[in-house]
């Protein structure tokens, strides 16, 4: 909490002091599953918001954010005490929790999500810190999850991993997301994330010697030409590793970017030169190099990166970023509520970041919608998915595992996303339990049943029912194998990877 002093005026701190203390009367006697009491978790909750330099507003909403649900304290008592605006946002907070404690049962529950949620974020999405206090709500929420039967579990992990981390995505909110992510993975499937966490683990090990000594050139090459930078190693996260071998045949050794070396340099022209001191340095691998600070990812997302191979052959990522570009990465749309909102302003002025991260495209659409949804006019939800869960699908097996999918998969898709051999040897297709033809796309929440049969091999005439990369390769090394010629480059071509 210590930020909050330098954060915050005299007055601002008493309001939080006094929403502390009526969060904490308003809770009495109630205790979580854990056994821990109540006010614990809202408080939680607004320390992550001044961590994430949120506003005093949203800090004491974040506070107060349980007492209407769990209290029964009158929202005009809220703006009584605390202001409209503070009013407002527990408002929000407590809408997306009704909806979603609404949808009770499992089955029924998860196809839908996804549009109840998106419409209540439009609904509430006038503003944004609905959503991003949802996201501490919820993070605290999974981290102490393990208190909570394990089908409860996995609803929340599965809810977390489709619509909250994309949600902090979109907000480039990496650190959130990441946390989200990392959460939610080890509850939906804990074998898995512990062999990956063990694999990273191990190649951690025998990747660090080198990388010490790769280090070491690259400082003294940037020392030499007087940059001021910082450097560390950033390692890929077990679910973003997770979703990296899918796309690689699960084969370990062709993921370069296990360990990325970041430079943070003062600007953007030293970022380009520190990009070509490294080129001069190692060769870089020419389809590797992405200039997202001149093409900003759509969250904002900015960074030079680039893989290189040194003279011993080490394959080493290295993203290059200015201090701006950092803090973006890392806090996102949260952190430019409050006390940095100047430093961006100042920061897009002199030049030091491309633009302004308040100009993201989908939350101007989102409040515009807002808008129309209040003055009762029509508004086009297929479109607002889009932008909120651009694209990806999420499909399950009849067992209710789930994938996830490139937007637009088809059946065959699916097959080689749960395995190579059900892929190959499948012979038919149920989408929610009915028989159906191998081009249809499929959509978030369908079922998918894959019927198989061990005399089925793949024929040329399958690549035209994938798109993703994955089958695609998987069908054609199995074409080769049979002797049958395909062509060399991709009828679709591969999906910039993210
Ligand atoms: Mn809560």
């Known amino acids: 909490m210590e930020k909050a002093g330098d954060a915050f005026s005299k007055d601002q701190l008493a309001k939080l002091e006094a929403a502390v203390a009526f969060a904490t009367d308003c809770h009495t006697g109630q205790k979580r599953r854990s056994g821990e009491r109540y006010v614990v978790h809202p408080l939680t909750v607004a320390g992550f918001l001044i961590d994430w330099g949120l506003d005093i507003d949203s800090v004491v909403a974040g506070a107060l954010h349980d007492v209407v649900e769990d209290c029964d304290v009158k929202l005009s008592e809220i703006k009584q005490r605390f202001g409209e605006q503070v009013a407002f946002l527990v408002d929000g907070v407590t809408k997306l929790g009704k909806v979603r404690a609404g949808m009770q049962d499992i089955d029924t529950y998860l196809p839908k999500t ?18 991003i206090i949802k996201l501490a709500d919820r993070l605290h929420n999974l981290q102490t999850l393990s208190s909570l039967p394990p089908e409860k579990q996995r609803k929340i992990a599965r809810e977390s991993l489709e619509v909250f981390a994309p949600l902090a995505d979109r907000l480039n909110m990496g650190q959130v997301r990441v946390q989200i992510e990392e959460l939610s993975f080890s509850f939906l499937d804990p074998t898995r994330f512990n062999y990956l966490r063990k694999q990273i683990k191990s190649r951690l090990g025998r ?3 080198k990388l010490d000594h790769i280090r070491e050139e690259v400082k003294a090459i940037l020392k030499k030409n007087h940059i001021k930078f910082e450097m560390d190693g950033r390692v890929k996260s077990i679910y973003s590793f997770h979703k990296k071998l899918a796309k690689h045949n699960q084969n370990i050794e062709s993921i370069y970017d296990i360990i990325a070396l970041r430079i943070v340099v003062k600007d ?23 200039d997202y ?10 960074s030079l990166h680039t893989t290189v191979i040194t003279r011993d052959e080490h394959i080493v990522e290295f993203q290059i970023r200015t201090a701006e ?30 633009r302004l991260p308040a100009e993201l495209n989908w ?5 515009t919608a807002a808008a129309q949804l209040k003055a009762g006019q029509k ?25 996830e999918l490139p937007e ?13 051999d059900i892929g190959k040897n499948a012979i038919g297709f149920k989408i929610n339990g009915r028989i159906s033809k191998a081009n249809t796309r499929l959509k978030t929440g369908d079922v998918v049943e894959i019927l198989t049969s061990p005399k089925t091999k793949p024929t040329i005439d399958w690549l035209d029912r994938v798109i993703s990369p994955f089958a695609r390769n998987k069908i054609r090394a199995a074409l080769r194998q049979q002797g049958t010629k395909t062509l060399s480059s991709p009828a679709n071509p591969p999906k910039k990877p993210s």
């Open 325 to 354: 570009m950092h803090e973006y990465a890392e806090k996102g749309l949260a952190a430019s509520f409050h006390y940095n909102e100047q430093k961006l302003t100042d920061a897009y002025k002199t030049g030091r970041i491309a």
């Open 268 to 290: 953007k022209p030293t970022c380009y030169q520190v990009l070509g001191l490294i080129h001069h340095l190692y060769t870089p691998m020419i389809n590797r190099i992405k």
């Open 114 to 131: 996804k549009d109840n949620l998106t419409k209540l974020l439009i609904a509430t999405g006038a503003d944004v810190r609905v959503i």
């Open 207 to 209: 990747a660090s010697k």
């Open 408 to 420: 637009g998969s088809m059946p065959l898709d699916f097959a080689y996303r749960v395995h190579t």
């Open 379 to 403: 508004v086009d939800m297929k479109k607002m998915r889009l932008h909120l869960f651009s694209d990806k699908i999420f499909v399950y097996t009849p067992k209710g595992d789930i994938f």
């Open 363 to 367: 939350i101007f659409e989102l409040q």
């Open 293 to 302: 600070i001149a093409v900003p990812k759509q969250n904002g997302y900015q």
